[in-house]
């Protein structure tokens, strides 16, 4: 079993999305522990996204996610460090890895 | 896909976990990097945040805008780059900070949860939230509503005079002797000027519950409802964009010179300037691009704008926030969740990431050309106040060109359209002359859709915008839900161009009486 948090940072996307789940807020960080199902491969950033796509946004999917990566304009950080720097799409997710999205966008 | 996966994982593993493991600081080249700025800059959490404070300190250094001793207003929303904004000043103010800064800051929230629809609790919700991030900073601050701008006087629209200021280096001089003889000065006049107002102030040393009242105090109801009407009227949410930056401009400005303020700090990052660079020239702003985007912005004359944190990208300011814990309030703005072609300004900005994301250098490249367009000319080359200034956003006016103009020329084909336009409104006024008697439309080329008289006429208001405040006006259903100190303004600028029509041939005669 794994436990990852995904932090989403004022982002009024996710915001509403997780108004309904276990939300809790800290220094204004909307901060989301979920629990992937267990896979033979490890988890990667690409799948990640597309797991939460499935299971997290139920509503306009395409102003977090456009493609198969997020939306131009969302970083994200893993572990407080730049996935530019860690392969983005290809990272492999650890347990308790710490995955933040932060949206750059005007207006959230 | 999984078979492709399989053969692919081990060769993944070894570049991407070997690249971010041996990835180290460009600066020290000792720590791990946690961020990538510009193409191939890795920098380490401590070396970044040596650089994100260094650049501060220098913009302000470089430029030298600010004197010491100066009263600066941070124009604070409560988004990313503002709070790293204020974070910056309070930094540069701390006892250690080896070049300490030496203005006096005070803060300026303005609450514009009426433009997006939100209820009075949400609004109250977003105050408290903003003032217990400003309480913190230990800094005088002002939470005000963009409601106030229904109380503003019309002189707001007239430019000030500049103050004429000595050479840099002998103020800095003459305020280091001044500080030495003297304590700091307190700050009851401004109070006091406040408390006329009816701005709400607050200062960290008070007693917060007591001003937390009346800091959230309800703006009238019937504010809130001439705003929603305005933000009604207008047709496009390009229009409303350009409408709420007007106001805002208006309101921060009005706010800087009562309490008086000579420096206003707007946080715009350089994505976000950007942005505004592209769009601005979509809206037919072009002509202002180095007061809109530049580092100092001084059309109002007594009131600077500046843009220290303009050399800062939106992914340096989010990395800064979320490493050193700066904290931003989260507040839907006019542009939260809407589709991406709903606005000028909301393309433009889906333009610039999309290509940033694809060429990293994109946003650079866009800065780095406004930089080359110089502010200092607009006023070399009008004058300081000689030049007429649009009545809205006070610059100065782009549209007294020559015939043999782009500008002419549109107006010519706005003018030829809808006189097209009215014949088939109107089939009892078929001809272009019956319209023409009654004397309402064909004085100007006027942007009503029909001949109905208005409470004030449409072309001579018209006439006192830019090009591009022109293209904002039109999108407006009705001049009438504009706030009064933008009529009682342009009423009292129209009244002093017939009065020098009047006197016109008096004037004439003196000019003529110098020449010989
Ligand atoms: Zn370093
Ligand atoms: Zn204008």
Redesign the interface.
Known sequence: MRVQWFCFFLSCLTRRVLRGGAELLFDGIKQHQVTLPNQSNPWDIRQLLVWIRHNLLKERPELFIQGDTVRPGILVLINDADWELMGELDYQLEDKDNIVFISTLHGG | M?EE??VY?PE??D???G??LG?TCMKCKESS????IRAGD?FCKSCFKEYFVHKFRATLGKNRVIYPGEKVLLAFSGG?SSSAMVQQVQEGMSRDAPKKLRFVPGILFIDEGTTCGMSHEERQQNMS?VQNVLQQTGFPFYIVSLEQVFSLPGSILQRGVPEQRANYKQEVDRFMVQQQAQGETGCSDILENLAKLGVNVSESSRESDKMFQSTCRHPPDTHTQKLIQLFASAKTLTAKHQLLHTLRSHLILHIARTCGYSKVMSGESC??LS?SLLSNISLGRGAFLPLDTGFCDSRYGDVDIIRPMREYS??E???YN??F?V????I???????LENSSI?QLS??FI??L??DFPSTVSTVYRTSEKLNVSKIDANQGTCAKERCLLCLSPLDTQVGEASAFHATQISHYISQKILMKFNDPANSSGKSCCQEGKCCKGPGYGDFCQPRALQAPSFVDMLCYGCRLTVKDLQSLDALPQYVLHEAEHRSRRIEMRKEIEEFLLDKDEENLH
């Open positions: 999984c996966e399989e994982c993944l593993q570049t991407t976990q690249k971010s990835k990097a946690v961020l990538l890795a990313p939230e994505t976000r942005v939106l992914k300011i989010a990395f979320r490493l814990h904290s931003s309030v989260f839907p703005a006019l542009n939260t969740k809407v300004q900005e889906v990431n999309r940033q994301a």
